[in-house]
C-alpha cells in the first residue's frame, strides 16, 4: 500500500514472502483485519526487509484480528502517528538482532494504542506447549539462543504517549513448569521502554516467562507502569528481575509505580520482583509516596507472595484465544482457537 489511504485489507493468506508480508508506506486509515501473515523466509542483515507488517510514515492504521507469524519483526512501525495494533496474535519473529520483536513502536510512532494481543515466542516444535495447551499446530520456525533469537517481545522505543494495556506476552513456557527450558535470549524483556520516549503506559498486561526481565524502564520520562502481572520461572543470565527500572540513557523519570504484582525465581532460589538501579527518580506509587513496595507486590528472596497470586491467577495461567479479538471474522490459519466469531470465508 503505497500512499493510499482508506484502504482495508482483510480475510487473507500472505506467505511464505520473499520479502514483507504488508508494506504500507504513506498515506493512512488503512486497516489489516483476519488475516494469515507469515514470511517464512529469513533476512540476512538488518533491518525491515522480511517484517510480517512493517508501516512507514503512515498515519491512523489498524491492525487487529490478525496472526502474523516468522517476521523479521512481526509489526514494525516508524514515523506512524495514532496507529491501533488490537487483538493479534503474534509468534516467533526471527531477526536478526536488532530485529526479532513481536511489535516494536519505533521512533517517531506517537499515540499508538496496542491492546489485547497475545505475543508468544517459543523453542517448541507444536504450539500447545508453549501456551499450555494440547494445541498440536506445528511451529515451523522456532526460537532459540543461536541464530533465530528472539529480542524484547514489545519495545516502544522512541515513542511519546504509547498506551501498552491488556495485552498477554511470554517467552513461550507455561508459567506452572519452572526449569523447562528455552525462554528468550539473555538480553530479552517483555515489555520494555528504552528508547527517548515520553508519556507511556503499560497497564494491565500480562508477562509469562519473558527471558531476563518482565518489564524495563530503561529511558524514557513521564512512564505510568501500574495493574501489571509478571511471573518468571526459567530465568536466563543476565540481571534476572521480573520489573527493573534503571537509566541507560540521556533521560528517565519520573515513574509512576502501582499495582503490580511480580516474581522472578532464579536457579538457586532467589526471588527477585523488583530491582531500581537508580536514574529515573522520582518513582513513586502516585507522585508522591516514594515506597512503592507499599503499593505493589513484589517477590524478594524466600518471599513466594506474589508468586502464589499469579500461579492462582487464571488470567496468567490460561492465555487468551487465538486470536484474542477479532474484527469480523476469525481468521483461518493453523493456530486460530478463537470462537467468538465464525470463521472467515
Known sequence: MNGVSNVTFQ????????????????????NIFDSYIHVEDLASRC????????????????????????GETNIQMFNSLSSIVRGNFLLNPQGPFPRGEQIQNGSGSNNAFITNNLLVSTPDATLGPAIGTSNSAPILYGQNNSGSRPSDNL????????????????GGLDATTPGSGGAQD??????????????????????????????????????????NKTISLNPNTGGNTADYIWKQGTSCGPVVLNGNISTLIRAGGYASGYWDGGG?????????????????????????????????????????????????????????????????N
Open 186 to 227: 539473555s538480553a530479552g524483556c517483555g515489555l520494555i521502554q528504552d528508547g527517548s520516549g515520553d508519556h507511556g503506559t503499560f497497564k494491565n498486561n500480562v508477562l509469562v516467562n519473558t527471558g531476563e526481565c518482565g518489564i524495563g524502564i530503561a529511558i524514557g520520562t513521564n512512564m505510568t507502569v501500574i495493574g
Open 47 to 70: 533491518c525491515d526487509t522480511h517484517d510480517g507488517i512493517f508501516v512507514n510514515n503512515s498515519n491512523s492504521n489498524t491492525l487487529q484480528g490478525n496472526v502474523v507469524a516468522y
Open 155 to 170: 519495545s516502544i522505543y522512541v515513542s511519546t504517549y504509547a498506551d501498552v494495556e491488556n495485552n498477554y506476552i511470554t
Open 11 to 30: 480475510n487473507s493468506n500472505i506467505g511464505p514472502c520473499a520479502g514483507r508480508g504488508i508494506y504500507i508506506n504513506g498515506g493512512g486509515s488503512n
Open 280 to 344: 529515573c527518580a522520582p518513582v513513586t506509587c502516585d507522585g508522591t509516596n516514594t515506597n512503592v513496595n507499599s503499593c505493589n507486590t513484589f517477590d524478594s528472596g524466600s518471599g513466594r507472595t506474589a508468586y502464589n497470586a499469579l500461579i492462582a491467577d487464571p488470567a496468567v495461567t490460561k492465555p487468551p484465544p487465538i486470536p484474542p479479538q477479532p474484527k469480523n471474522c476469525v481468521v483461518n490459519s493453523p493456530y486460530s482457537t478463537q470462537t467468538s466469531l465464525p470463521p472467515c
